[in-house]
């Protein structure tokens, strides 16, 4: 069985810094592509930054020069730094990862992290 567990949210003032963490743990053969996720209230989960296997990332307009993405391959991690937070990023944040096991390729996420940026 395979979990992704989130840590690092809370709330912050607009324009300070938060770093969220995903560790996955199991039966894990290998980890694709992985990224984090977020859903405002009454909005739909979009995809925030995305990193795969090679170290190639991917970034929302909305978060482009503010967020970074990295990946720890050894340990199964993945982070998300955060800084000039704004209002608008306020959301619960779900980490994802493509994960390959016993043969078998299937997306997993986190059980979500709440941001609260206060303005």
């Known amino acids: 069985q395979v979990q992704l567990v989130e840590s690092g949210g809370g709330l912050v003032q607009a324009g300070g810094s938060l770093r969220l963490s995903c560790a996955a743990s199991?039966?894990?053969?290998?980890?694709?592509?992985m990224g984090w996720y977020r859903q405002a209230p009454g909005k739909q989960r979009e995809l925030v930054a995305g990193?795969?296997?090679?170290?190639?990332?991917y970034y929302a307009d909305s978060v482009k020069g503010r967020f970074t993405i990295s990946r720890d391959n050894a340990k199964n991690t993945v982070t998300l730094q955060m800084n000039s937070l704004k209002p608008e990023d306020a959301a619960v944040y779900y980490c994802n990862a493509a994960i390959l096991v016993a043969g078998d390729e299937s997306d997993y996420w986190g059980q979500g992290t709440q941001v609260t940026v206060s303005s």
């Open positions: 990193i795969s296997s090679d170290g190639s990332t």
């Open positions: 199991g039966s894990i053969f290998n980890i694709n592509a």
